[in-house]
């Protein structure tokens, strides 16, 4: 997983409230278990029409949206199920960061665990940053992991909120397993000067 420290990107813009996870990945593309090419299945049922040929009014379809690796998304974004492939999807597409004013806690668990990081500001930070960017659809957007920070094309800034973990394995580049392999020298110190208590409790 690559490390997260500091992204500058242009952003894709996609408003809407309430996006769930099946508007983000629908259930047909489920029955994959690599990541790989979901990123063309991304937001599938808005991004094509029925004859599969793209929507060319749509913001993915857009010629710049393959550069982006931030996606500044509507309140409430991830809801409904919990389906990993969600993330997986946005991060195939190129995608590294989410900014919304809410997340489903179960997306943002799904998300930080898989190396996207979901950017939750407030609604006056970020009915600004949309203003923004729709003054300056190019403009550059700086999220800052270390410092916990949100950068706008027009100067200003926003905190936003993080767990200490998530935080900690982003910046590193490691999932939860990664992060309990790292420390697996202490993991077998401990059980060496603990054997014989493990052992009775093993027993019990």
């Not at 408003?15 to 489920?30: C, S």
């Not at 060319?56 to 010629?63: G, K």
């Not at 999220?143 to 993080?162: N, S």
């Amino acid at each position: 997983m690559e490390p997260f420290t500091r992204l500058t990107s242009t952003a894709v813009v996609l408003p809407n409230e309430n996006v769930d996870t099946d508007q983000i990945i629908p259930a047909r593309f489920l029955k994959v278990t690599d990541r790989k090419g979901l990123g063309a299945a991304l937001f599938a049922d808005w991004r094509y029409d029925a004859a599969g040929q793209p929507i060319p009014e749509f913001v993915l379809n857009q010629p710049d949206a393959r550069a982006a690796r931030i996606l500044v998304a509507g309140d409430n974004f991830g809801c409904g199920s919990s389906r990993e492939h969600a993330p997986w999807a946005l991060l195939d597409f190129g995608f590294r960061a989410v900014v919304s004013t809410r997340f489903a806690d179960i997306f943002r668990n799904n998300a930080t665990g898989n190396g996207l990081l979901p950017v939750t500001i407030d609604a006056a930070a970020h009915a600004h940053l949309m203003a923004a960017l729709e003054r300056d659809p190019d403009g550059l957007v700086t999220i800052d992991l270390e410092q916990r920070t949100l950068h706008m094309p027009d100067g200003a800034t926003a905190p936003f909120p993080i767990d200490d973990f998530d935080r900690h394995c982003l910046l590193a580049g490691v999932d939860r397993l990664g992060y309990l392999l790292a420390a697996e020298d202490d993991i077998a110190r401990f059980e060496q000067a603990n054997a014989a208590a493990i052992t009775t409790m093993v027993a019990s």
